[in-house]
């Protein structure tokens, strides 16, 4: 079965400094992986994906991730947060074989001091 | 290009009603996913609808039911409710043929069970 581990709940971060998001899974075969956002009383917008190629992948509002096998991660980072970060960052696993069924970890919530 | 929409975007209930929920998917696509997540978690994934018929489930039980219909557009219903229920819940649309699990998300119906 799928799984997603996100080991951060909290993360405070200064404007303006690096941010890391932690992500892990849990599958047997290659999955598809993404990185959501929610800002509250919203729904997920979709940041970035790896469906499979270059590791490193780039995604909106300057948030890249890298996919490392070895470790079962795919953590999420930017080089300098911005206020309007702030908010509720999921991480999720796909795969072919389980159609468009995403399993989604308990989430990071992000909060950005001036 | 429209988005995802869904009606309503809040409603309260008491214990043992029925609620129907509303998704509207996105322009051009032809499947349809709903998930529930409740405060403070990941969504998990309900079930999914492709050509009208229910194509993938998860651990749900069968008072959570839904439709699609020949517009795409979907309906999610839950009976019995109780207050467990309460919860953001989102309906996500997808092409099928793409099958890699990139969904688009609404902004969700918030349900409260009293």
């Known amino acids: 079965a799928q799984s997603v581990t996100q080991p951060d709940i909290h993360i405070t971060v200064s404007e303006g400094a690096s941010l890391e998001l932690r992500c892990n899974y849990s599958?047997?075969?290659?999955?598809?992986l993404f990185w959501y956002v929610q800002s509250p009383g919203q729904g997920l917008q979709l940041l970035l994906k790896y469906f499979s190629g270059d590791t490193l992948v780039q995604g909106i509002k300057g948030f890249e991730a890298e996919f490392k096998r070895s470790q079962s991660s795919f953590n999420l980072r930017k080089p300098s947060v911005h206020w309007s970060d702030a908010a509720e960052y999921f991480c999720a696993v796909g795969a072919r074989a389980a159609g468009n069924k995403l399993t989604f970890g308990g989430g990071t919530r992000v909060l950005v001091k001036p | 290009e429209t988005g995802v929409t869904q009606s309503p975007t809040h409603l309260i209930k008491t214990r043992g009603q029925q609620v129907t929920l509303r998704c509207s998917s996105q322009s051009g696509h032809n499947t349809v996913s709903w998930y529930q997540q409740a405060l403070g978690q990941g969504p998990q994934f309900i079930f999914q609808y492709y050509r009208e018929e229910e194509n993938g489930r998860g651990n749900f039980p069968p008072r959570f039911s839904g439709l699609q219909f020949p517009n795409y557009s979907s309906e999610l219903n839950v009976n019995a409710l109780e207050l467990d229920d309460s919860a953001l819940y989102l309906c996500?649309?997808?092409?099928?043929?793409?099958?890699?699990?990139?969904?688009?998300f609404g902004e969700g119906s918030r349900l409260t069970v009293l």
């Open positions: 996500a649309s997808s092409l099928k043929q793409v099958n890699t699990g990139e969904l688009f």
């Open positions: 599958y047997g075969a290659t999955p598809y």
